[in-house]
C-alpha cells in the first residue's frame, strides 16, 4: 500500500470520527445529567389529568386569538390532531414542561432515561412548551391564572446547563430570548401521554355576575373611587395600547354583555365618601432575628409539611418533595434592621461565599446575573384570627449581592418534612369568610340539585390582604364528596366574590368532585383527618331552588350558562323534525279560524339548544296566536332530539313576544337534575328542573304543595304544569254533555268574549265581583296559614319581603245547595303570580278541584282591578264551566282525575 493510499485512508477514518463526534455533540445525548435525589419522581398528579390540563390550555388559548410569533420562536405553534404523542417533564419541583414527539430533533438522557429532545444550539439549551398556569400565585398561594393572565396559557421555555455559555439578550423579539429559563440540574422526566390539540374546540368560560357587582360597576363609572376601594382600576395604559386586538379577544369570549351610558366625567374634587382602610396590627411575635433558631426551624418544617399537605406542589407553589429540600441543611439569614422575611439557601445549592454584619463568608447562591436567590419565609402582617398561617408559604427573591452587608446569619439546621397531622394543628374560628364559604357551598350543591346531609370540614385559611383569603373546604356526603378552594374577596359594601384555585378547569361542581382529579379526593382525605372546623350542611337548607324574585336575585343565586337562547329565532321548520307537530297544529289553527268565521294569525319560529347536554341540537318551540296564548302566554314546548326522533319534555305558557318577532329572553342555568340544564321562564318567576321519574321538565314541586291536605281524598290536583301539557296536547271533542246528557254545542277553545256568547250560555258575568277578606272565619283559614308560612320561607330565601293580598269569593260549582270557595291570592311585586284555588264544600270539608297561576287582576295606579271569571252555563259531570274574560279556553271537570281541567285535544 502507498503512502498516498494510507494517509487517504487515515483521513476518511478521521472525518469518520469527526462526523461521529459531531453527531454526538448535536445528540447531546449526556449533557443533562440528574441527582439521585431525582430518580424517583413523586408528584401526585396523574399524567392523563395533565394531559387534559394542557387540551383545556390550548383550546381556551386558541379561543381568544391572542397569540403572538413572538411567544413561539424556536418550537413554533404545537400541532394540531388526535393522539398526539407527548412528553412531560417537571423542573423545580412544580413546573410543568411538556414536549410533542415530533418536535424533538435530538436525544438526551434525563433520570437515566434516553429522551427525544428539542436542542437550540444558538440558544444554548433545550426548548420545552412550559404551561404557565401553574405557576401564579399571591403571596405564595397559588391561583387559577384564568382570570389573572388571560394572554399567558402556554409559552416556551429553556432548559440549560448552569455551565451553558450562549449568548445572552434582553431583546423580547430575539429567537434567543425566553421569559422563562430553568437549570437542567432540576430537570425530571414524569412520562407520556396522548394529548389531542383541537384549535376548532370551543369550553364555556365562566359567566360573570353582573348585576350589583361593585368590581363591574366601577368600570363603568371609573371617577376616582374612595382610596381605599379595592374596586379601583388603574388601567389607563390600555387606552394607549393597540386595542383591536384586546376587544376582539374579550368579546369572543362571550362572557357577559352590559349596557351603558358615558356620562360627563366629574371633577375627582367633588368626590366625597372616602374610607379609611383599616389594617389589622402585625403579628409582633415573629421577629426572625430574635426568635430561637429550633424555635425558627420548626416553624420552617411546620410550614413546608403544610404546604405538602395540602397540594401546593401540584397546584403551583414555588416549593414541593420533588425540588429536593428534603433532608437539606439549610442557612438562614435575615435583615440587620427587619426581623419580618427570614432568607434561607439549601447547602446543595451554594456556589458562592459573601460577608455578612455578623459573620465573614456566608454560604449564598449566584445566578447567572450576579445576584443572590432565597427562599423567603415572611411574617403574614393580616394574619390575625386563630388558625390562622402567622407567615406566608414559601417564596422566592433575588437580592443584589451588595446587601449581603446589610443581612444577618441566623444559622443552619437540618429540612424534614414532617406529618401534618401530628402537629399542632389550631383550630379555625368561624367568622364572616367562613360563613360566607359555607352559604356559597350550600349554594352550589343548591343549583345541582344536591339534597341531603354534608358535612363540612375548613381546611387551609390564608389571609392574603385586608379583604382577602384563601379558603378550602371538605364536603362530604352520604355518596358523593367535594374539595373547594376559592380566593375570596370582601368588597366594601360587605359582598363576597369568590375565584376558583383549585385542581380543576373551571369552577363547577363536577371538577370539584372527589373522583374527577386525584388531589380532590386526597385533599378531602387530609382535611378531615384534620378536623380543624367541623359544620354540618342541614338538609333543609340544600334544596333544588326553584324561585327567584328579580333578575338580581336570579343571578345573585344561580349561574348562568346562557342569558338568551333566543336571540336568533329561525324559522325553516319544515327543514326540522318539527315539521309534523307543527303542520298539525296549522292545520288545527286553520279549522278554528273557520268555525269561528274569521282569520286567527299564527306565528312559528324555533331555536336550537343542547338541553341535555349530548352533542346534538334540540330545540325550543314557539307558537304565538289567538289560539296559543292563553292566561300564560306563548305556548312553548321543549323537543330533545335522539336517535329515535324528537321527544317533547315541555308545554308550557310563556310571555315570550313583545311584538312581531321580538323575544323576550330564555334563560338557561348551568344547573343540572337528571343531566338537563334547568330552564327560566322570564314571565314568571320559577325555575323548570327536569323530572327524571316522568322524562320531563316539571314544576316546581314547593309551589304544588303549599296547599297540600293530608286526607288522601284531598291530594292536590295536578299543577298547572301538567294542565297546560293536556292542553297544548289535546283538544276536546266538538260535543259534550248536561247533567241530563244533552248534547251542547261546543268546544272548549273560544277566540273572544263575542265568540264564547256566540257559542256558549253565559250563566255568570263575574263571580268575583263581591271579593270577601274575612278567610280567617271560614274553613279556608287552615289552607292560607299554611300559603303564607311558605311565602314567610320564600321571603328569607330571596332576602326581601313578598307581600299578598288574599280575598275569597263564593259560588255553588256543582250546584249541589252548598256554597264553595274561590281564593285569590295577588302577588303585589314581582316575585310572586296571582293564583286561583278552588274548593269544594263537602261533608268531610272542603276538597281542592283546581289550582292555576292566572293573571287575575291588573294594577292601575297602585290598586287592583279584577278582571272577570266567567261561569258556562253547561256541565261536565255535574260541575259549571270556567273561563277567564282574557283567556281562550273553557275549564272543565274530569271526573277521574276529581278536579278541573283543561279540555282534551280532538
Known amino acids: 500500500m502507498s503512502r498516498y493510499q494510507r494517509l487517504q485512508i487515515s483521513l476518511f477514518c478521521l472525518s469518520i470520527l469527526g462526523l461521529f463526534l459531531l453527531g454526538a455533540c448535536g445528540r447531546n445525548e449526556t449533557s443533562i445529567q440528574k441527582a439521585d435525589k431525582h430518580n424517583s419522581p413523586s408528584i401526585q398528579i396523574p399524567l392523563e389529568e395533565i394531559a387534559e390540563r394542557i387540551e383545556y390550555e390550548y383550546i381556551y388559548e386558541n379561543m381568544i386569538y391572542h397569540i403572538a410569533d413572538y411567544d413561539y420562536k ?24 411538556f414536549l410533542p414527539e415530533e418536535k424533538a430533533n435530538t436525544e438526551a438522557l434525563v433520570n437515566g432515561e434516553m429522551c427525544n429532545l428539542y436542542y437550540s444550539q444558538e440558544a444554548g439549551g433545550y426548548v420545552f412548551y412550559v404551561l404557565v398556569d401553574w405557576q401564579l400565585s399571591e403571596n405564595g398561594v397559588p391561583v387559577n391564572s384564568l382570570e389573572s393572565d388571560y394572554y399567558h396559557r402556554i409559552r416556551e421555555c429553556i432548559v440549560r446547563d448552569k455551565d451553558a455559555v450562549y449568548e445572552e439578550t434582553d431583546l423580547h423579539d430575539s429567537p434567543i430570548y425566553f421569559s422563562y429559563e430553568f437549570i437542567s440540574d432540576d430537570l425530571v422526566k414524569l412520562g407520556e401521554a396522548k394529548v389531542t390539540f383541537d384549535p376548532e374546540e370551543r369550553i364555556e368560560i365562566q359567566k360573570v355576575p353582573a348585576y350589583g357587582n361593585e368590581y363591574i360597576d366601577s368600570v363603568w363609572n371609573p371617577y376616582y373611587p374612595a382610596a381605599d376601594s379595592s374596586a379601583c382600576f388603574t388601567a389607563r395604559w390600555y387606552l394607549d395600547a393597540e386595542t383591536n386586538d384586546f376587544v376582539r379577544d374579550i368579546v369572543g369570549l362571550h362572557r357577559k354583555e352590559i349596557l351603558m351610558k358615558v356620562k360627563e366625567e366629574k371633577d375627582p374634587e367633588e368626590e366625597t365618601g372616602s374610607h379609611l382602610v383599616t389594617v389589622p396590627e402585625y403579628n409582633q411575635e415573629i421577629d426572625f432575628r430574635t426568635m430561637d433558631p429550633e424555635e425558627t426551624a420548626k416553624l420552617l418544617r411546620y410550614v413546608y409539611s403544610y404546604e ?93 449581592t451588595e446587601y449581603a452587608e446589610d443581612m444577618v446569619w441566623l444559622g443552619e439546621t437540618e429540612f424534614t418534612l414532617q406529618e401534618l397531622s401530628s402537629s399542632d394543628v389550631a383550630e379555625i374560628e368561624e367568622d364572616e369568610y367562613i360563613c360566607a364559604l359555607r352559604e356559597h357551598i350550600e349554594d352550589i350543591l343548591q343549583r345541582n340539585g344536591r339534597d341531603g346531609e ?67 379526593a386526597l385533599c378531602i382525605e387530609r382535611t378531615r383527618q384534620l378536623s380543624r372546623m367541623k ?39 319544515e327543514n326540522t323534525p318539527l315539521v309534523e307537530y307543527i303542520e298539525e297544529d ?77 323575544h323576550a329572553s330564555v334563560i338557561v342555568l348551568d344547573e343540572k337534575t337528571g343531566g338537563y340544564y334547568a330552564v327560566v321562564n322570564p314571565s314568571q318567576n320559577f325555575i323548570f328542573r327536569y323530572n327524571e321519574e316522568e322524562g320531563r321538565y316539571d314544576w316546581p314541586e314547593s309551589e304544588e304543595s303549599i296547599l297540600d291536605v293530608e286526607d288522601s281524598q284531598n291530594e292536590p290536583v295536578t299543577g298547572i ?35 264564547l256568547e256566540e257559542y256558549h250560555k253565559i250563566l255568570s258575568y263575574d263571580i268575583c265581583s263581591s271579593p270577601r277578606y274575612d278567610y280567617e272565619n271560614t274553613p279556608l283559614a287552615k289552607y292560607v296559614e299554611e300559603f303564607m308560612e311558605g311565602i314567610e320561607e320564600e321571603s328569607r330565601e330571596v332576602g326581601r319581603p313578598l307581600p299578598v293580598e288574599i280575598e275569597y269569593h263564593l259560588f255553588d260549582f256543582n250546584d249541589d245547595g252548598k256554597e264553595d ?25 272542603l276538597r281542592r278541584v283546581l289550582y292555576i297561576d292566572m293573571p ?51
Not at 550 to 560: F, S, T
Not at 730 to 748: A, F, P, T
Not at 860 to 869: T, V
Open 821 to 845: 270557595y274561590l281564593l285569590c291570592i295577588y302577588g303585589t311585586q314581582d316575585g310572586l303570580d296571582d293564583e286561583a284555588v278552588i274548593f269544594i264544600q263537602e261533608e268531610e270539608g
Open 535 to 573: 359544620m354540618m350542611i342541614n338538609e333543609n337548607r340544600v334544596k333544588a331552588g326553584n324561585y327567584y324574585s328579580d333578575h338580581e336575585d336570579l343571578e345573585k343565586n344561580h349561574k348562568i350558562l346562557s342569558y338568551d337562547i333566543c336571540s336568533s329565532p329561525r324559522y325553516d321548520y
Open 454 to 520: 354534608y358535612e363540612l370540614n375548613i381546611g387551609e385559611y390564608e389571609v392574603l390582604h385586608t379583604n382577602k383569603v384563601c379558603l378550602s373546604a371538605a364536603v362530604s356526603g352520604e355518596e358523593e364528596s367535594y374539595y373547594f378552594r376559592y380566593m375570596i374577596v370582601r368588597s366594601e359594601n360587605g359582598k363576597f366574590y369568590f375565584w376558583p384555585a383549585g385542581f380543576g378547569l373551571d369552577s363547577s361542581l363536577a371538577e370539584c368532585e372527589a373522583g374527577k382529579h386525584s388531589m380532590n
Open 586 to 662: 296549522i292545520s288545527w289553527n286553520e279549522d278554528m279560524s273557520k268555525k269561528a268565521g274569521k282569520n286567527i294569525s299564527v306565528e312559528i319560529d324555533y331555536h336550537v339548544f343542547d338541553f341535555n347536554n349530548d352533542g346534538v341540537e334540540d330545540y325550543l318551540l314557539c307558537e304565538s296566536g289567538r289560539l296559543f296564548e292563553g292566561n300564560g302566554g306563548d305556548s312553548v314546548d321543549i323537543f330533545i332530539q335522539g336517535e329515535e326522533g324528537v321527544r317533547n319534555v315541555l308545554s308550557t305558557k310563556m310571555i315570550l313576544h313583545h311584538g312581531p318577532h321580538d
Open 308 to 400: 405538602e399537605w395540602f397540594g401546593m406542589n401540584e397546584l403551583g407553589c414555588q416549593t414541593g418533595e420533588l425540588r429536593g429540600l428534603q433532608g437539606e441543611t439549610i442557612n438562614m439569614y435575615a435583615w440587620n434592621n427587619n426581623g419580618e422575611t427570614l432568607f434561607f439557601v439549601p447547602e446543595s445549592k451554594v456556589n458562592a461565599y459573601v460577608n455578612c454584619e455578623n459573620r465573614v463568608k456566608c454560604p449564598v447562591h449566584v445566578n447567572k446575573d450576579g445576584e443572590m436567590e432565597f427562599y423567603l419565609l415572611k411574617r403574614n402582617g393580616y394574619a390575625g384570627g386563630k388558625g390562622q398561617l402567622k407567615t406566608t408559604f414559601f417564596m422566592e427573591d433575588g437580592l443584589s
Open 856 to 906: 287575575l287582576c291588573i294594577r292601575l295606579d297602585g290598586s287592583l282591578h279584577h278582571y272577570k271569571l266567567i261561569v258556562v252555563d253547561e256541565k261536565t259531570n255535574g260541575y259549571y264551566g270556567i273561563a277567564h274574560e282574557n283567556g281562550n279556553y273553557i275549564l272543565r271537570y274530569d271526573v277521574e282525575q276529581g278536579c278541573y281541567d283543561f279540555g282534551v285535544r280532538e
Open 74 to 97: 424556536q418550537l413554533s405553534f404545537l400541532p394540531s390532531g388526535e393522539d398526539i404523542d407527548v412528553s412531560f417533564y417537571t423542573i423545580e419541583g412544580n413546573k410543568l414542561l
Open 721 to 755: 304544569g301538567n294542565e297546560e301539557t293536556n292542553a297544548q296536547e289535546v283538544q276536546s271533542g266538538l260535543q259534550s254533555y248536561d247533567g241530563n246528557e244533552n248534547i251542547i254545542r261546543n268546544n272548549n277553545y273560544f277566540i273572544d268574549l263575542e265568540n
